[in-house]
């Protein structure tokens, strides 16, 4: 990595397209767009242009021209990356990419690494680790919630739910340190009460945040959900009615799925792995065996587990040991074949309640629609796919969000047991430390800064 | 026109220019260690003079006096035998947060300050006034004086105060000074000038002096200092002088009222000062402008000896003409017929932008000239008499071609002083908080001895017999906290019965008696007195200061351990040097503001180059990664 090069890349997708652009950056991006690019109006040189304009002309080499092109100006600081950027929009034939591209690496400028504009975004300081982590998620999304999570995060959500936080944490922080380094002066800084508020306001807000991992995961990478139930109860009939395709094989004997297969799917914009598993039953055969075992590390994985249960016949011994065996916070009960339903067959006793259950015939497609919303509502943890949320989406903020927390919890039980300013200094300190791992720092010199702007210190 | 030079016959190791409190603890040190050190003053009769309010130490202050102490320096104890008020800040605060203060009778600290220089084996005292400095190349050599006599050294010390090109405001007045009715010194800056040191400005303030028989004590508040008398010294100093109080009153609406119609001849409002002051230090004009709300603020009264009539009000800080001063003074309770003896002003002066230093206070860019105190950009005595002692220190080790003394941020507030001037620089008037360190509940007063006896043993400043002290002092301690550890308490019926009795939590299981020491309500006070401790520890053994000790370590242990671990990482970088000439323009990944800072401030360690505002934790992963493949490059190239 080296910043003071100017860089240059195909920024759209290989393959052939109606449009493609060529995205160049740094100090020699301008010279080296204006060396091969003839405009058609009356403009001169690039260097001289209005920044944040599109251009119209060709590009052509020593002998000949070699595409029609509008070229994007952003000159620094206000582009992507900071520096000085050109687009150069031009067809999107692979030909004519390769060798714009070519000529502009003659130019003596360098093919940038993968990620490397973002990277000098985030050097240069335009954004910060959350949204750098945005523009993978963006650019890697699966689905449209995905899109949503990422942009968010992109637009600097999460970095204001944390500053947030972190703003009262910092208040409070400030008039400890206010009340031990200025006693001396005629202020009073802290107020017990005050301090407790601030503090508790702070923990539930993060606690919110930290609630909405599970979420940010879900929206990020997708709901994994594994198909789980005793053989022949229509597992793969199920995966394959979802899919609306015949991907697995069916037939009525018991066992015939052997190893798990995954699919995608998608329900209302939520990327979904659906993993159908061989059927559940204690058997001595090997194969059959090692499919269960399968089976189990599937379920285990899984964000959701569908539990499939036999409308036709009343609970076996085997589906008893899988209902006691499941999470019920993480599991769906799915009675298919409802159509073999009969009135005067048992319903499913009181202390399957707390499951969420769902009738479905995966031969006649009924009940469907029902199951993707529940699918989805699970998923979702119960919330709405808000657009303009605040979601911690990777493990790396969630860690530091918990650190915070930890010290936070400390803070607190320290307020109560009335230990020193001090201490609670301590305390306050690495809280903001974590959240500053995952917004930015805070220094002593901001702690001193707000006192100062807040009380009349100094004799 | 200048004077013919005349060479002095006599060479020196080392010279000191000024003999302020920077000076004095730069000079004491240096010739204890040994090297021959001349200490040039404009005039003998200002040596360790309080320009400002008669007081030593204050909250982070006092770290700074018992620091010094504990070194072998000699603040602590000038305090101590001059001081005629002594309390401890934030008493009822945990150890961390505690800070000794006294009023100090600012003529007996001057004659007692005085004594000691003169009497000082291997010092000189010299009354002549610096006019230029004297160099070979970008190295210091010596100085010129006034009358044309040039002195020659090995290493210069520079601790000049405010003199540098001085100027006092008053109103519309301006009278260039170093202190009211002293001269400023000019070539010293010209000097430094031309060889290229980026200088600053600063902006410092004063109250006015008034006589004591014309105020009406009566109308005001009375605070005495604590008793028993609270001193600096670790070591066998005692407390001489007759104690007397402080006096507090009040500034009120019509003081604000008469400043309010009188800002426009303020010497600051008027926009003669470009100096920037400090925001902690603010004059009584600026809090009525920046805190229009407050009804009233609160004067210290404070007294600048036994045998004399000036009395300091400290919070009242000025630069408004003499006769405006008078009249909001008069509005004061206790103030109506008060007489000036001297009125207040502010005064600017010339700095030297501290990021150019290196840790032993050496100029990174002049050999063998150091600098320490206001010239430094810091305020107040402590923060000076500290980088005194240091460069004082480093001055006679390089004479010697000894390897530098430099005290780390989680060692002493001294560390955290000298590292904060050259790694972050400063913008106004330096002052030592304790929020200034990330190592608050380690680097306490208490426990100053502890940390840094040692390390001024070895140096050669602090005598045998303190330091011996102080280690029979930490193997007591060692003994009664490893005593307390191996007393198991079972919970008997009789345990539980005391600690009901007591208000705290019955025992469920046994534990040992530090543990119950941890509980935030019991103090070891509290434990000794339990019937079920009393046999098993001989606490006569044990004096109270011993106690005191075991019980804050044990109160603030948990805390400390999670805060060390946390800070670990950041320590390691303190451990990643960064060679001196490092062509950080050629390091690949850092950007160009960046790149600017790092060749500004030309950081010795990656700790330090990680405080600088404007690098980013990002840069310093891109300079970690390319030192390591550095050093795997020439650890290639060797094999």
Redesign the interface.
């Known amino acids: 990595m080296n910043l003071s090069d100017t860089i240059v890349a195909i920024a759209t997708a290989p393959g052939t397209a109606g449009i493609g652009v060529i995205r160049i950056s740094g100090k020699g991006a301008i010279a080296a767009a204006n060396s091969i690019f003839h405009a058609s109006g009356i403009l001169v040189s690039l260097a001289e242009a209005k920044s944040h304009h599109l251009y119209h002309g060709w590009i052509q080499d020593e002998e000949q021209t070699i595409d029609e092109v509008l070229i994007v100006l952003m000159k620094a600081p206000h582009s992507y990356t900071t520096e000085d950027v050109i687009e150069i929009q031009c067809h999107g034939s692979p030909v004519v990419l390769q060798t714009i591209l070519e000529l502009l690496l003659a130019q003596g400028i360098r093919l940038a690494e993968p990620g490397e504009f973002t990277q000098r975004a985030f050097f240069y300081g335009r954004l910060d680790l959350t949204q750098v982590e945005a523009v993978s998620d963006l650019i890697h999304a699966r689905a449209k919630l995905g899109v949503f999570a990422a942009v968010n995060q992109l637009k600097g959500q999460l970095y204001r739910a944390i500053e947030a936080v972190k703003e009262q944490v910092f208040h409070v922080a400030s008039l400890l340190e206010a009340s031990i380094d200025f006693s001396e002066e005629d202020e009073t800084f802290t107020e017990h009460d005050e301090c407790i508020r601030c503090l508790t306001q702070a923990r539930v807000d993060l606690e919110s945040l930290l609630a909405s991992a599970g979420q940010g995961k879900i929206m990020r990478s997708g709901l994994g959900v594994a198909l789980i139930g005793r053989p022949n109860v229509g597992k793969s009939s199920l995966l394959n009615a979802l899919l609306q395709e015949a991907r697995a094989i069916v037939t009525d004997i018991p066992g015939t799925t052997r190893d798990v297969i995954e699919e995608s799917m998608q329900i209302k914009g939520m990327a979904i792995r659906l993993m159908d598993t061989a059927g559940i039953r204690h058997t001595d055969h090997l194969v059959e065996n090692e499919g269960v075992q399968r089976s189990r590390n599937a379920w285990k994985t899984a964000d959701l587990v569908l539990l499939v249960l036999d409308s036709a016949s009343p609970f076996t011994p085997q589906d008893e040991e899988l209902i006691e065996e499941m999470d019920s916070e993480k599991t769906i009960m799915v009675f298919n074949k409802k159509d073999l339903l009969t009135a005067h067959q048992e319903l499913p006793c009181s202390q399957l309640k707390q499951f969420q259950s769902v009738y479905v015939s995966a031969k006649y497609k009924e009940g469907l629609e029902q199951l993707k919303e529940v699918l989805f509502d699970k998923g979702m943890h119960g919330h709405a796919a808000l657009e303009e949320q605040a979601l911690i989406t990777n493990l790396r903020q969630q860690d530091a969000a918990k650190k915070a927390l930890t010290a936070l919890q400390n803070a607190l039980e320290g307020l109560e047991s009335r230990v020193g300013e001090e201490c609670l200094a301590v305390d306050l300190g690495s809280c903001l430390r974590a959240l500053g791992d995952i917004v930015g720092k805070t220094t002593a010199d901001d702690l001193l800064n707000k006192i100062f702007s807040e009380f009349c210190i100094g004799k | 026109m200048t004077k013919p030079a005349i060479a002095y016959a006599t060479k020196y190791d080392v010279i000191i220019i000024g003999a302020g409190h920077a000076g004095c603890e730069a000079a004491l040190a240096a010739a204890r260690l040994g090297v021959k050190t001349l200490m040039l003053t404009m005039s003998a009769d200002t040596i360790a003079q309080m320009s400002c309010n008669p007081a030593i130490g ?3 202050k006092g770290h700074l006096v018992k620091e010094i102490d504990a070194l072998g320096g000699e603040m602590g104890k000038a305090a101590d035998a001059t001081g005629i008020q002594f309390r401890i ?2 008493r009822s ?2 150890a ?2 505690r800070g000794s203060r006294c009023q100090s009778d600012m003529y007996e600290y001057h004659k007692y300050m005085r004594r000691v220089v003169e009497n000082q084996q291997n010092l000189t005292v010299h009354a002549s006034t610096v006019e230029q400095l004297l160099f070979n190349g970008a190295k210091a050599v010596g100085v010129r004086a006034a009358d044309g006599v040039e002195f020659y050294s090995k290493t210069i010390v520079i601790t000049t105060g405010t003199f540098l090109n001085g100027l006092i405001h008053r109103g519309t007045e301006r009278i260039e000074a170093g202190r009211v009715g002293e001269p400023p010194s000019k070539g010293i800056t010209l000097s430094l000038a031309q060889q290229h040191l980026r200088m600053g400005r600063l902006k410092t303030g004063t109250p006015a002096r008034l006589n004591s028989q014309t105020i009406d004590w009566e109308k005001t508040e009375t605070q005495w200092g604590d008793q028993p008398l609270p001193k600096f010294s670790f070591w066998d100093s005692e407390i001489l002088l007759r104690q007397v109080p402080c006096h507090v009153t009040y500034t009120n609406e019509k003081t604000h009222q008469v400043i309010q119609q009188n800002l426009h001849r303020s010497a600051m409002y008027s926009g003669a000062i470009t100096g920037v002051g ?5 004059s009584i004009e600026d ?1 009525i402008v ?2 229009a709300d ?1 009804d ?5 009264l404070e007294p600048t000896g036994l045998e004399s009539l000036k009395i300091y009000p ?2 009242l800080s000025t630069s408004l003409p003499a006769d405006v001063q008078l009249a909001f003074l008069q509005t004061i309770p206790g103030l109506e017929e008060v007489e000036i003896i001297q009125p207040g002003y502010a005064i600017e002066y010339d700095f030297v932008l501290p990021n150019q230093l290196k840790p032993n206070l050496e100029s990174k860019d002049v050999e063998s000239l150091f600098m320490a105190g206001q010239i430094n950009g810091t305020s107040g005595y402590e923060e000076a008499s500290a980088q005194g002692i240091i460069a004082g220190i480093n001055a006679a080790l390089k004479v010697k071609q000894e390897a530098p003394f430099i005290l780390k941020r989680n060692e002493a507030y001294i560390g955290v002083l000298i590292d904060d001037l050259i790694s ?1 620089g400063t913008n106004e008037p330096y002052r030592m ?6 190592y ?2 380690l680097l306490r007063e208490d426990n100053a001895d502890q940390r840094l006896s040692e390390k001024g043993y070895q140096v050669g400043l602090l005598a045998k017999e303190y330091y011996e002290h102080v280690q029979k002092k930490q193997k007591q301690i060692f003994q009664l906290t490893t005593d307390l550890k191996n007393l198991k308490i079972t919970p008997t019926a009789a345990v539980n019965e005391e600690l009901e009795a007591y208000g705290e939590a019955k025992l469920k299981t046994g534990i040992d008696a530090l543990t119950l020491l941890k509980r ?1 309500q019991l103090g070891i006070n509290n434990i000794q007195g339990f019937q079920f401790m009393k046999e098993k520890i001989n606490w006569t053994d044990y004096p109270r200061i011993i106690q005191e000790q075991v019980e804050i370590h044990t109160k ?1 242990e948990g ?1 400390i351990v ?2 060390q671990q ?1 800070l670990k990482p950041f320590d390691q970088l303190e451990r990643i040097q960064l060679p001196e000439h490092l062509h950080y323009e050629h390091i ?4 160009r503001e960046v790149i600017q800072k790092l060749q500004e401030y030309r950081p010795v360690n990656l700790g330090q180059a990680s405080r600088i ?1 404007g690098i ?4 310093i992963s ?1 300079l970690n990664i390319y030192l390591k493949n550095m050093k795997k490059h020439s650890e290639a190239k060797v094999s």
């Open positions: 204050g909250l982070a800040l934030n605060k945990g961390a947060a400090a925001r902690y230090c603010p809090k920046k805190f407050k009233r603020h609160q004067i210290f400290n919070g972050k908080f304790t929020s200034r360190s990330e608050r509940l935030p603030y805390y999670r805060q946390e690949p990944g850092l950007s505002s980013t934790p990002a840069a891109v």
